[in-house]
Every structure is written in structure tokens, then in C-alpha cells.
């Protein structure tokens, strides 16, 4: 699980990477190539399927645990006790299941559309492109995406926050020296990620 979510965290910043290019004052030109370029290369093709594997088997051992975490104390505290962890702990399964289920919609919104969708076509030197960029433009000018967007990756941040120092505990790496670092990278990748992502809807939107 802790592999699989580090995988996961390793797509989102290629993902970032490529998606703020959108905001180059390019005509979207260098979104779409790379975009044409993830959706054509055939090493990014196959890796999209580990990809979606990474995702089913991250979600499936995370409820797998969450179900044996229920049933190891039926009853739950009365008090709450001091706990060691990180606050979004608790709350991994719940944030985890919000940012499944807005993915779905992501999905539909974008990668479908790409694939089974006709799409928009631009030219760019003498080859024409699929105008990716232009299908985001479009949905973030509309303010209920743009405020749907941001919940989510407000709930994508909160699970970041536990997720990196996590993993690395998960991997034996638990060290009184290094657990402060890793903790810290947790929330520096949980604000990077998802404030990252939340700049794309806003810049959008508000230009
Ligand atoms: C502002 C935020 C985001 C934008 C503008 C965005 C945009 C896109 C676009 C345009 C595609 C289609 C790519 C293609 O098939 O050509 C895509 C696919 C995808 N997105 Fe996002 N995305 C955002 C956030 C996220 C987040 C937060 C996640 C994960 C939690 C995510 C997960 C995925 C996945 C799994 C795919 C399908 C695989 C792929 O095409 O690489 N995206 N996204």
C-alpha cells in the first residue's frame, strides 16, 4: 500500500508539471504538446495501466485496513487519547473515498472524453493536435467546477498531509532523527501538491 501510494504521489507531480503549463501565455501550445506526447508515447501508455493498477490496489488495501482497524475494536474510545500521528490520520479512509469518487467525475470530465470523446483540434506548426487545453479552459469557467475542483483538492491535500511520512513508516523507516523530516515533507508535499493544482481553476477562472 505504502509503494503504491508513493507511485501515486510520484504521477501527481508529473501530472502538476505538465498541467501548469496551461498557464504559459502560449495559445495552450505547449499543453497540448505535451499532452499529445502522454497520450501517444507508448512507455507512457503502458505505464497509465500500472497507473490505474496502483490506484485499485491503493484503494482496496486501504479498506482492507480500515475494515480490520474496525472490527480489532468494535466499541469505539469514549476519550480520545493522545495520539502520536498526524490530525487527517483518522480520517484517511474518508478523505480517500471523496477524492475516489471526484476522480470518477475527473475521469469522465477529461481522460473519456480524450479517448471516446470527439474532441477539438488545433494546429500547432504543421501538425494538428487534440485542444486539451481548451476542454479545461471550458470547464473551469464555469464556477461550480472551479469550487467543486477546489473541495477536492482541498480533501487531496488533507490526505497527503499523513500520507508521505506514512508510507515511510510502513517501509521500517521510523527514526527519532528522521520521522520529524519526513513529516515535514508530508505537509510540504501536501501543500505543493494540492495548492499546485488548486492555482490551475483559479488563474483560469479569475483571468
Ligand atoms: C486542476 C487540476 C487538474 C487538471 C486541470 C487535470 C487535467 C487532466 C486532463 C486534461 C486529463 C486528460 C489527459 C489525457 O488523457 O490526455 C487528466 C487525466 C487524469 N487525471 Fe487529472 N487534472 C487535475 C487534477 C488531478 C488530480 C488531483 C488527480 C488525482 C487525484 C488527477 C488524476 C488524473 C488521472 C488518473 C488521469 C488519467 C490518466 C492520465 O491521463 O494521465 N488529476 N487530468
Do not use: C
Not at 502560449?26 to 507508448?42: K, L, Q, S, W, Y
Amino acid at each position: 500500500m505504502a509503494l503504491a501510494g508513493l507511485f501515486l504521489i510520484s504521477f501527481l507531480g508529473v501530472h502538476l508539471g505538465i498541467n501548469l503549463l496551461i498557464l504559459k501565455n502560449d495559445g495552450r501550445e505547449a499543453f497540448n504538446i505535451a499532452a499529445h506526447f502522454m497520450v501517444t508515447n507508448p512507455v507512457v501508455q503502458s505505464m497509465q495501466w500500472v497507473l490505474f493498477g496502483g490506484f485499485i490496489l491503493h484503494i482496496l488495501l486501504g479498506a482492507v485496513l480500515q475494515i480490520q482497524n474496525w472490527m480489532a475494536r468494535p466499541q469505539r474510545y469514549k476519550v480520545e487519547g493522545f495520539s502520536h500521528t498526524s490530525y487527517f490520520s483518522k480520517f484517511m479512509i474518508h478523505t480517500g473515498l471523496i477524492i475516489f469518487a471526484f476522480l470518477i467525475l475527473h475521469l469522465v470530465n477529461f481522460f473519456f472524453k480524450a479517448k471516446f470523446g470527439a474532441m477539438p483540434e488545433v494546429m500547432i506548426g504543421d501538425h494538428m493536435y487534440e485542444d486539451m487545453g481548451l476542454l479545461v479552459i471550458e470547464k473551469f469557467s464555469n464556477l461550480s467546477y472551479v469550487i467543486l475542483y477546489i473541495f477536492w483538492l482541498l480533501f487531496l491535500g488533507f490526505h497527503l498531509d499523513h500520507a508521505f511520512h506514512s508510507a515511510m513508516q510502513s517501509l521500517g523507516l521510523n527514526h527519532s532523527k528522521y520521522t520529524p523530516v519526513f513529516f515535514g515533507i508530508s505537509r510540504a508535499l501536501a501543500i505543493l501538491i494540492a495548492g499546485g493544482f488548486m492555482i490551475i481553476p483559479l488563474v483560469i477562472y479569475f483571468s
